[in-house]
């Protein structure tokens, strides 16, 4: 039988309970992965954990934790390593999006993105390399977008936080090459998850009409869907990239090009 992608790596997914991060979890787990499924809500964690097992037959934990502070990032890292020994893999996934141009962002509004979008994965990524290093490296995926490099004009805040993830990435790369440890950024396009369906539903846009703006507006004729994103994170944390690191894979469907 051909040996899976992920088999025992134990990853790290932060806001794994919905979205682009639940498909990430799973198709993880279907690799053989262990995933610690990261999030807020507690009963869609629990479902994800229980889908895992029943449909995968990997293990998994959901922990619940508000990443926007430095002490839960460390609970979660360390809730980690405490059950499972180690770990291998952290995909920085969990995000906020909220709309705000230059001239409408609030202060509050700049904190509260970026308290989840850059200072959550910053401290995420603080504790797994201490961990990683004290195992065999690993493997950090940032969850990124187009918006990370100039950004959409209504995004102000969201797109600077994306810019700095971007800092993130090669930062840790060009510092932790030597502990084995990798990161790397996938360049989301856009993906109709629960949370962008969501937002458009409260602009008065239907998940339809969602979908027919992709459709238009993305190059490839469609809306990317989590398992796009999965299959570039699965590779991103899996043994096939360990010459890898510092890169930008865009799965995006050629926006912005
Ligand atoms: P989503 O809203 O459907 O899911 C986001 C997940 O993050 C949820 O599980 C949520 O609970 C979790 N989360 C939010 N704040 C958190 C916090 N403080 N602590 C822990 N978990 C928290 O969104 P999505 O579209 O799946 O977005 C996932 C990532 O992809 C984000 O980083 C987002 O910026 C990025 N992205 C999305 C798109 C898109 O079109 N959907 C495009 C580019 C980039």
Same mark, same amino acid.
């Given at each position: 039988?051909?040996?899976?992608?992920?088999?025992?790596?134990?990853?790290?997914?932060?806001? $794994?309970?919905?979205?682009?991060?639940?498909?990430?979890? /799973?198709?993880?787990?279907?690799?053989?992965?262990?995933?610690?499924?990261?999030?807020?809500?507690?009963?869609?964690?629990?479902?994800?954990?229980?889908?895992?097992?029943?449909? +995968?037959?990997?293990?998994?934990?959901?922990?619940?934790?508000?990443?926007? @502070?430095? $002490?839960?990032?460390?609970? /979660?890292?360390?809730?980690? =390593?405490?059950?499972?020994?180690?770990?291998?893999?952290?995909?920085?996934?969990?995000?906020?999006?909220?709309?705000?141009?230059?001239?409408?962002?609030?202060?509050?509004?700049?904190?509260?993105?970026? $308290?989840?979008?850059?200072?959550?994965?910053?401290?995420?990524?603080?504790?797994?390399?201490?961990?990683?290093?004290?195992?065999?490296?690993?493997?950090?995926?940032?969850?990124?977008?187009?918006?990370? !490099?100039?950004?959409?004009?209504?995004?102000?805040? !969201?797109?600077?936080?994306?810019?700095?993830?971007?800092?993130?990435?090669?930062?840790?790369?060009?510092? +932790?090459?030597?502990?084995?440890?990798?990161?790397? &950024?996938? #360049? =989301?396009? &856009? =993906?109709? @998850?629960?949370?962008?369906?969501?937002?458009?539903?409260? /602009?008065?846009? @239907?998940?339809?009409?969602?979908?027919?703006?992709?459709?238009? +507006?993305?190059?490839?004729?469609? /809306?990317? #869907?989590?398992?796009?994103?999965? !299959?570039? *994170?699965? +590779?991103?944390?899996?043994?096939?990239?360990?010459?890898? *690191?510092?890169?930008?894979?865009?799965?995006?469907?050629?926006?912005?090009?």
């Amino acid at each position: 039988m051909m040996r899976k992608r992920l088999e025992n790596k134990v990853v790290v997914i932060t806001g $794994a309970t919905q979205g682009i991060g639940k498909g990430i979890a /799973l198709m993880c787990a279907e690799e053989g992965a262990t995933v610690i499924v990261n999030g807020k809500n507690e009963t869609d964690g629990v479902a994800v954990v229980r889908h895992i097992e029943e449909q +995968y037959g990997t293990e998994a934990m959901f922990v619940q934790a508000d990443i926007s @502070s430095e $002490a839960a990032c460390a609970q /979660l890292i360390d809730s980690a =390593v405490r059950r499972f020994g180690r770990i291998d893999g952290l995909v920085n996934n969990a995000g906020i999006f909220p709309r705000g141009s230059m001239i409408n962002t609030t202060e509050a509004l700049f904190d509260s993105i970026f $308290a989840v979008n850059i200072k959550g994965a910053f401290f995420c990524s603080m504790y797994a390399i201490q961990a990683m290093q004290k195992a065999e490296g690993g493997s950090i995926v940032q969850i990124g977008s187009t918006n990370g !490099y100039k950004g959409n004009k209504e995004l102000a805040a !969201y797109s600077c936080s994306k810019g700095a993830m971007l800092t993130l990435n090669r930062h840790i790369a060009a510092h +932790y090459g030597r502990d084995r440890i990798r990161s790397n &950024w996938i #360049t =989301v396009g &856009w =993906v109709a @998850s629960e949370g962008e369906i969501e937002l458009h539903e409260n /602009l008065g846009i @239907s998940e339809d009409e969602l979908r027919k703006r992709g459709e238009s +507006y993305v190059p490839s004729g469609r /809306l990317q #869907t989590p398992e796009d994103i999965a !299959y570039g *994170t699965v +590779y991103l944390l899996s043994d096939e990239s360990s010459q890898v *690191t510092g890169t930008e894979l865009h799965i995006n469907g050629g926006i912005g090009l």
